[in-house]
């Protein structure tokens, strides 16, 4: 039997509103997949940390461009640019109820390991460490706050 994506390509942490989420030399990225029903808009703050207690935690300005759309499947993604910043505001839109923001393990600051995602509204965020660089069974992938 193949191994399926999740610990081939990828982890999750469905309940990442802000979580630490461990890169730790393990994924190239976080891809952070998010989503605010009613067409009320969000704002969403990405921070950097040296561990999973926060240590040193600062805002980390390196979103330049994330993707929106409806988030049922009923529209494409839209590819929305921005001056590099921590934070992402969706608009009051329908069409932005979804978004997905993609961080780099490259963009993090020397000594940090840890990013969070944080929504101030009531969105829901989930992180997906992907691009994983060990490829385990599911049931052996470390968990992604420690």
């Known amino acids: ?47 950097e940390a040296k561990d999973s207690s926060g240590t040193g935690a600062q805002n980390l ?7 929106t759309c409806s988030g049922n499947g009923s529209d494409a993604w839209t590819r929305r640019t921005q001056a590099a910043g921590a934070t992402v505001t969706t608009a009051a839109s329908a069409t932005q ?18 990013l969070k995602l944080t929504s101030t509204g009531n969105g829901t965020v989930n992180a997906i460490t992907r691009d994983l660089l060990a490829q385990r069974a599911p049931a052996n992938l470390p ?3 420690a």
């Open 1 to 47: 039997m193949s191994q399926k994506a999740l610990g081939r390509l990828f982890n999750t942490t469905p309940a990442a509103d802000g979580a630490w989420i461990a890169l730790r030399n393990s994924a190239a990225g976080v891809t952070y997949t998010c989503f605010l029903t009613g067409g009320v808009g969000d704002v969403y703050t990405l921070q």
């Open 61 to 67: 300005a390196c979103i330049t461009e994330y993707h």
């Open 143 to 145: 968990a992604t706050g």
């Open 97 to 114: 109820n979804a978004a997905v923001i993609e961080v780099e393990g490259t963009s993090l600051s020397d000594g940090y390991r840890y």
